[in-house]
């Protein structure tokens, strides 16, 4: 993809970003928050091909490294979320 | 080959999208619960789309990887209580920054970045994420105590501070035009993490709502820089979309508390004007209170509005508060909450403690909702709360808070103060509301003092 068709992805994400995002209460910041770190855990994708590509060791340790952090910021940053908002939910 | 990219392309498309529908879900409480497990759907959508890329030829380290992150990542989830929500949020943030540093360090070692714009893009990514990295956990251990909360610094730190960063942007510089040098590259590293660390040792513990909102936003701009390095669309997407939300995070808690963000950054407080004194404010016109006359006093009103702050989750009082109302709406008596955008420490920490409690969200009314209402507002309960109803805030322009958005609730027709003593809040300024002729003070512990109104609700 050339550079100035992602330039136009990112601006035109943080434009979409700033409609929703406040639109959210601020009594669902808190959940907000925790979810919008799980969903910036898809640097797991990019984590995923570097510890899976096989280049040499430092390489792998790092691609580990990436891996384990942004498993950790998906699934803790999802679970936490949802516990969250099923307190919101009862009643 | 080419249609196979195509197709893992589309994929990540349609994760984006359920990330948006996701976030979307969460401007509802009801729909908050599905929002949540779309974004989780298109997580997993990317996740398994990735596995099939040409690049990965073995599994052995992603398996052990995604074990050990998610054996972490769920325990923590389940473990963490909710006052301790902010020290999670700074914990993951980091990772999430740690995370977009070590992928753009890979593709720097595997030699995928040698265009101008890839090279950048690599350089942002390890700044900003190692930056993340270390700054989220020096604000997780302000906020765990497990550092002293208060500003600590050195003198010429922001030189410091902005030789490094410009000692970066240069570094990455050098890296353009000579891609690959690893020296000037471990350079960069190093001056990043050290940044991170001195940028956020200087902010008071007082100010970490806000720097976990901004930290918030600096991860996800890292996660759209490694996406830019490998000309991912889903990473820039969605990290844009991360980053947009903290920045706005940001901004409320910054006029929240009536700071500018640049005050917050370099660790200015408010010049305390001239200084009040205590005595003058308070002599004589303190009025002290029982459980026994509050009660007396509910009894009779209509409309109640309890104001927490952060001391009532610090006294674990939020259950014993609900039972309080619960009594109080028994005997036909509305009551609502007051919510100020500072209440707990982060963005919306108090709506989740007292969610927790089981307090019904519709309860739970934010400033610019509640404000109007006080007038008709029999009975305000300050629990726990002090500066965000300092009346000085709306009405003294020599005051350091002067500006600070308030809760009105002086103009409640009686309000109840339940406090320990007379003690200033994080604004080490005395608060005028205690001494207003339609103020009571009730002194004591908050959860014993809110356990004896109830007891004596009950009674009466």
């Known amino acids: 993809m050339d550079f100035v068709a992602q330039l136009t992805l990112f601006v035109l994400a943080i434009f979409l970003g700033v409609e929703l995002i406040t639109k959210v209460p601020p009594t669902l910041h808190t959940p907000l928050m925790s979810g919008s770190n799980a969903i910036s855990g898809i640097t797991v994708v990019g984590a995923l091909i570097a510890a899976g590509s096989d280049s040499g060791m430092l390489i792998n340790v790092l691609g580990f490294t990436a891996v384990v952090l942004a498993t950790i910021n998906v699934i803790g940053g999802f679970m936490v979320t949802n516990r969250m908002l099923a307190m919101f939910k009862r009643k | ?460």
């Open chain 2, 1 to 460: 080959m080419h249609v196979s990219q195509n197709w893992i392309d589309i994929a990540y498309l349609i994760a984006a999208v359920l990330f948006v529908v996701g976030i979307k879900g969460l401007t509802k409480p009801k729909t908050a619960v599905r929002g949540n497990l779309l974004a989780a759907a298109g997580m997993g959508v990317a996740a398994v789309v990735t596995l099939l890329n040409e690049h990965i030829v073995t599994y052995e380290i992603i398996i052990a990887g995604v074990v050990v992150g998610g054996l972490i990542g769920a325990v923590m989830a389940k473990k963490v209580q909710m006052t301790s929500m902010p020290q999670m949020i700074a914990l993951l943030n980091g990772f999430g920054g740690g995370a977009s540093f070590a992928v753009a360090s890979a593709e720097f070692f595997r030699g995928s970045a040698n265009d101008t714009v890839s090279i950048i893009a690599t350089g942002a990514a390890v700044l900003i994420g190692a930056v993340t990295l270390t700054g989220s956990l020096v604000a997780f251990a302000k906020l765990q105590e497990l550092i002293d909360g208060k500003p600590m610094g050195f003198p010429g730190m922001k030189v410091v501070n902005a030789i490094l960063f410009i000692g970066s942007l240069v570094g990455i510089g050098y890296l353009v035009m000579n891609p690959g040098n690893e020296t000037v590259f471990w350079g960069l590293v190093a001056a990043a993490m050290l940044l991170g660390l001195l940028l956020v040792l200087p902010i008071g513990g007082a100010d970490m709502p806000v720097v976990i909102a901004l930290l918030n936003s600096y991860s996800g701009v890292a996660a759209s820089a490694a996406g830019f390095v490998m000309g991912n669309s889903a990473l820039i997407i969605t990290g844009s979309l991360v980053g947009a939300s903290g920045l706005i995070l940001t901004s409320i808690m910054c006029k929240a508390m009536n700071r500018s963000l640049t005050n917050v950054l370099f660790g200015v407080m408010a010049e305390a004007g001239e200084a009040m004194d205590e005595d003058e404010v308070y002599a004589g016109k303190v009025k002290s209170t029982s459980a026994d006359e509050v009660a007396m006093l509910l009894e009779t009103a209509q409309r109640v509005v309890i104001v927490p702050g952060f001391g009532l989750a610090m006294a674990q009082a939020q259950h014993a508060v609900r039972d309080m109302a619960d009594t109080m709406e028994a005997m036909g008596i509305e009551v609502e909450y007051a919510i100020h955008p500072v209440a707990g420490r982060m963005p919306g920490h108090m709506n989740v403690l007292l969610a927790e409690a089981e307090v019904p969200y519709e309860q739970l009314k934010d400033m610019d909702q509640i404000n109007p209402t006080f007038e008709q507002t029999d009975v305000a309960i300050v629990l726990g709360a002090n500066d965000v109803t300092n009346p000085m805030a709306r009405e003294d322009k020599g005051s350091p808070i002067y500006g600070m958005p308030i809760l009105n609730v002086d103009k409640a027709k009686t309000v109840v103060v339940v406090k320990r003593s007379l003690s200033s809040g994080f604004a080490g300024l005395p608060n005028p509301l205690f001494a207003k002729d339609n103020t009571l003070m009730l002194f004591g512990d908050g959860k014993g003092a809110v356990l004896d109104i109830t007891t004596a609700l009950k009674e009466g």
